[in-house]
């Protein structure tokens, strides 16, 4: 493994310890960051090391008490600026940071629109084959159809993971 790969898949780790994600297994949180860069990895053909780290890295800032200027003096400017632009503003309210996502994903960096698009292709594909505890289907199809606003502003970078959207999309939920 490339040292700057694992160097941040430790750094996440840490920062993630502890953390669960939303399925009723209660999965560690870094499968979830790990998940993103092996989608971009394995299944998208992604060898640029600073995106796959980016994608490591994803949510870090958002959900631990991660600064980018940690993320800056630990991984350097460019990974800073695609974690960066995969952040949202938590001082916005929900629906405003949701509403945010979809008008600025044609806006961003080509390796911020890859992590974006392999962050929604792992979250839901976790939701189409478990929701969370408490989720209707309602809430689940209000998610995908949010998502795929996002996703669709993220297009012309990376046909394999359009593919796999366009796949999701027209997918049935296992639950159903
Ligand atoms: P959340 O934003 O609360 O949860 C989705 C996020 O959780 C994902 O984007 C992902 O983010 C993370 N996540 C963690 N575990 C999983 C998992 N197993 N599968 C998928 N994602 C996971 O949900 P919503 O997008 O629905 O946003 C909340 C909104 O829903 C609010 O605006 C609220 O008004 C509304 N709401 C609707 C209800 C309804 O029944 N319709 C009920 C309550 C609220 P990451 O990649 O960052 O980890
Ligand atoms: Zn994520």
Redesign the pocket.
Known sequence: MDTHLLQATHFAAIKHAGQR???PQQTPYIN?PIAVAHVLWKEAGVQDVPTLQAALLH?TV??TDTSFEEIGSEFGPLVRQIVFECTDDKSLP??ER?RLQIVNAPHKSNQAKLVKMA?KIH?LR??QKTP?EGW?L??VQ??FA?ARQVTDGCRGVNPQLEAILEGIYAGEFEYE
Do not use: F
């Open positions: 994600r939303k399925d979830h949510d958002e959900d929900k629906e949701k962050d979250n976790d939701l969370p209707t309602p809430r209000t998610y949010w």
